[in-house]
């Protein structure tokens, strides 16, 4: 009887801050799987060597972080609808044929934990979102199947922005702008996903996006408020948050499609971020 545990990673650059390792480890201790789960830094130019070399000594899936997400979508060799038509994998998951299949749970989390953690119906609400990444392609079919009235998506490189309002146009109202551009406010709910934090730079946001009704939500994971979150907060807007929550909900969406078990991310939250 093979006694190994399955191997499985999350694949990235930056890749140290990760703390899926830790949520992967723990979903295997609540659901009794036996896994081991690591970190792989892969250099720009060199996601796909790093990722064949993964499957071939044996790995059985992989998460997929920024900035490989497009390039994973293109390794899969067939992909989940949602995947599909964000154009963007962060999941990937060992076929018993040698090939990998591609999903995207970055919307699905995102969209769990803004029910969980904001109590917030998307239907009919004003939406703006920073950044037109990787992020951005995998949440943006899932919110626009909760009917928003609006979505605005605001990036440095307006070109990309509208390639995605083009991509997605046909599942809702969606406009496209650049970050100093943006129509104003108050927005309902406004989506930071950007990662130039990362590279500590600011955003230079407008005071015309919130209200005392706006909801914020930073894609990003930090325990100290991050720079969105202190913009945000100056803006006394309703609530503000980052994505821990939702880097738990799709972390236990991949765990579930690798291992056909569902974590309790409730508890996960508790324990690892204890309030
Ligand atoms: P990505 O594909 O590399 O895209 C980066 C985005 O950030 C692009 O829109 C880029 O604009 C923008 N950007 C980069 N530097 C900027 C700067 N200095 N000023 C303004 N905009 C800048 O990354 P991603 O995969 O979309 O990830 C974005 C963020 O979301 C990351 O911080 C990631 O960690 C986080 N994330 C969190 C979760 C979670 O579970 N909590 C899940 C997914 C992603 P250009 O188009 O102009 O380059």
């Known amino acids: 009887m093979n006694t190994e545990p399955d191997r499985y990673a999350v694949i990235g650059n930056p890749i140290a801050h990760s703390r899926s390792p830790e949520i992967h480890q723990l979903f295997a201790d609540q659901t009794g799987e036996c896994i081991r789960y690591e970190k792989i830094?892969?250099?720009?130019?060199?996601?796909?060597?790093?990722?064949?070399?993964?499957?071939d000594a044996g790995g059985r899936g992989l998460n997929v972080t920024l900035p490989?997400?497009?390039?994973?979508f293109e390794f899969a060799a067939k992909c989940t609808d949602l995947a599909v038509h964000a154009g963007a994998v962060n999941t990937l998951i060992a076929q018993d044929d040698g090939s990998c299949l591609g999903a995207n749970t970055d919307g699905i989390g995102l969209l769990r934990d803004l029910k969980k953690t904001l109590r917030l119906s998307i239907q009919n609400k004003r939406l703006l979102i920073l950044g037109a990444g990787g992020a951005t392609r995998g949440i943006l079919e899932p919110l626009l199947q909760e009917k928003p009235l609006a979505l605005?998506?605001?990036?440095?490189?307006?070109?990309?922005?509208?390639?995605l309002v083009e991509h997605f146009r046909a599942l809702g109202p969606m406009q496209s702008c650049a970050l100093d551009a943006i129509p104003d406010g108050p927005y309902d709910l406004i989506v930071h996903a950007t990662s130039a934090a990362l590279q500590d730079q600011e955003?230079?946001?407008?005071?015309?996006?919130?209200?005392?009704g706006t909801c914020?939500?930073?894609?990003?994971?930090s325990d100290t408020p991050t720079p969105f979150m202190r913009w945000a907060k100056d803006q006394r807007v309703l609530q503000v948050t980052d994505g821990f929550g939702m880097l738990l909900e799709?972390?236990?969406?991949?765990?579930y499609l690798w291992r056909g078990k569902r974590p309790d991310?409730?508890?996960?939250?508790?324990?690892?971020?204890?309030?």
């Open 203 to 212: 955003l230079g946001l407008p005071d015309t996006l919130a209200g005392p």
């Open 250 to 255: 799709q972390a236990a969406e991949s765990f």
């Open 41 to 55: 830094l892969a250099e720009p130019g060199g996601f796909e060597a790093a990722v064949r070399q993964f499957f």
């Open 265 to 275: 991310t409730a508890m996960a939250c508790n324990y690892l971020r204890p309030p």
């Open 216 to 221: 914020c939500y930073d894609l990003i994971y």
């Open 152 to 163: 605005v998506i605001a990036n440095r490189t307006p070109e990309r922005g509208a390639a």
């Open 68 to 72: 490989f997400k497009g390039e994973a």
